[in-house]
């Protein structure tokens, strides 16, 4: 089994940063890629970023490109999603998520493992 907890989420206004963590504990595997989506009140939950665990390979959706960045700390089995020129739009639950792969997967059907989520709220 493996244990994913968030962390950094708050209230920030347009235009601000946060810095959001997540710590993988339990179960290890070979590779694996660590992603982040996010769920907007009312809408479907939907991919934001991910990394491959061993390659450190990323993969961005369109409306976060250029203003997020995920990253690893492999010592301390955290990924981190810096998140820059916040938008109102980006208000929803952060939630990461571990896949058994090799490479990146934007689909969140073949996530095995979720977080509880954090939540992040964007004021205009």
């Known amino acids: 089994q493996v244990q994913l907890v968030e962390s950094g989420g708050g209230l920030v206004q347009a235009g601000g940063s946060l810095r959001l963590a997540c710590a993988a504990s339990g179960r290890t595997f070979s590779t694996f890629v660590l992603g982040w989506f996010r769920q907007a009140p009312g809408k479907e939950r939907e991919f934001v970023s991910a990394i491959t665990w061993r390659g450190g390979a990323t993969s961005y959706a369109d409306s976060v490109k250029d203003r997020f960045t995920i990253s690893r700390d492999i010592a301390k089995n955290t990924v981190y999603l810096q998140m820059n020129s916040l938008e109102p739009e980006d208000t929803a639950i952060y939630y990461c998520?571990?896949?058994?792969?090799?490479?990146?997967?934007?689909?969140?059907?073949?996530?095995?493992?979720w977080g509880q989520g954090t939540q992040v709220t964007v004021s205009s």
């Open positions: 998520a571990v896949d058994q792969s090799m490479v990146v997967r934007r689909v969140q059907y073949y996530y095995d493992y």
